[in-house]
């Protein structure tokens, strides 16, 4: 089955760490764009980071994770992933990872403009990041 899928979400402290994990299953990530996105309730989904495919490596991230989060790629593992750092409360929210193989768009106009699912070839069921005292 084609899908991606997410993993490493959680409970913790304000000013701990997470590590997203986005695995694609029966398809290769490497030549796709892959972006992460989060939706707190009663909030829009928002773009938080995307990059590039292999042959580009382009990143971009939201304002509010600058500093913070850092997005990888790890082709022998076909493996996306999202580092969170000092974590903030403003941070809990549903993350979803999404795979686009033809980026039409600036990897900052994808990530800030491109926030629902039938815009991309794949897209994860989503993992849960709570950050509570």
């Known amino acids: 089955q084609l899908q991606l899928v997410e993993s490493g979400g959680g409970l913790v402290q304000p000013g701990g760490s997470l590590r997203l994990s986005c695995a694609g299953s029966?398809?290769?990530?490497?030549?796709?764009?892959i972006g992460w996105f989060r939706q707190a309730p009663g909030k829009e989904r928002e773009g938080v980071s995307c990059l590039s495919s292999s042959s580009d490596g382009e990143t971009y991230y939201a304002d509010s994770v600058k500093g913070r989060f850092s997005i990888s790629r790890d082709n022998a593992k076909n493996t996306v992933y999202l580092q969170m750092n000092s974590l903030k409360p403003e941070d809990t929210a549903v993350y979803h990872c999404?795979?686009?193989?033809?980026?039409?768009?600036?990897?900052?106009?994808?990530?800030?403009?491109?926030?629902?699912?039938?815009?991309?070839?794949?897209w994860g069921q989503g993992t849960q990041v709570t950050v509570s005292s």
């Open positions: 999404a795979a686009l193989e033809t980026q039409w768009l600036s990897i900052e106009a994808m990530c800030e403009t491109m926030v629902v699912p039938y815009e991309y070839d794949y």
């Open positions: 029966g398809f290769s990530l490497d030549h796709y764009a």
